[in-house]
């Protein structure tokens, strides 16, 4: 049976300081490095070891990845990474306290740079402090300068569907660590969310989500491997 593992990282440095992080790389602290080396650990607990992985360019997501790993014992399994898995651009917002935004924008507008479907956060300025265009990992890549998350859709989707997809047709049990959009736009097309719904949709840090699938990869069940 084909399954799917999504891992999202463990707590950031910025997410510990409330701040929009986006592309901008930062690392985890020592409570998401726990939480990945958790997240490991009850893999192997629980016997569902991953036969391949992929993860972003992003340090947090690369680390939980391997802290995982390592816990779980298969360091040594074959990892892709790509800056397709990587969260989404949140734009000028960049680098801002969260709280500090909502107090000078308005919560409402907020959310719907947060939350909405369609809506980006406001485009950066190319040259400033968070522009990565000059990021070597990123060469030869149109770095966005903004994105909402139906850009992210549109980014991931085709990875998945060309580079994991084969993968799952083959049996595998693949582990995706990424991050809370990059890994709701696969939930939102695994599980069938509308654009609606979607904007709801919590993804905590450090806790493997499984999709267990049919051979032509219809999803029969989806759980919080704690929960099993």
Do not use: C
């Not at 016997?47 to 992003?58: E, H, K």
């Not at 994991?164 to 736009?185: D, E, F, K, M, W």
């Not at 999803?219 to 919080?224: A, E, G, H, N, T």
């Amino acid at each position: 049976m084909p399954r799917l593992i999504l891992l999202r990282h463990g707590q950031s440095q910025w997410n510990l300081e409330n701040r929009f992080t986006g592309w901008w790389d930062v690392d985890v602290t020592e409570k998401g490095e726990a939480e990945a080396r958790a997240a490991g650990a009850l893999l192997k607990e629980k016997g569902l070891l991953p036969d391949v992985a992929f993860t972003s360019l992003q340090t947090r997501a690369i680390k939980t990845l391997h802290f995982a790993l390592e816990a779980a014992g298969i360091l040594w399994i074959p990892e892709t990474k790509d800056w397709r898995l990587n969260e989404r651009h949140y734009g000028g917002l960049t680098g801002l306290d969260k709280a500090e935004t909502a107090a000078k924008h308005g919560e409402d507008q907020v959310k719907i740079w947060r939350r909405s479907f369609d809506i980006p956060p406001p485009v950066m300025d190319r040259g400033t402090e968070f522009d990565l265009s000059g990021d070597p990992r990123y060469a030869g890549i149109d770095v966005p300068m903004t994105e909402s998350l139906k850009d992210t859709i549109a980014r991931v989707l085709p990875y998945y569907e060309g580079s994991i997809v084969p993968h799952l047709h083959a049996g595998s049990t693949v582990l995706v660590a990424a991050h809370g959009n990059s890994l709701r736009a696969l939930e939102k097309h695994l599980s069938g969310i509308s654009d609606e719904e979607i904007t709801g949709l919590e993804i905590p840090t450090g806790q493997p989500i499984v999709y267990e699938l049919s051979d032509d990869l219809a999803v029969l069940d989806r759980y919080y491997l704690s929960e099993r």
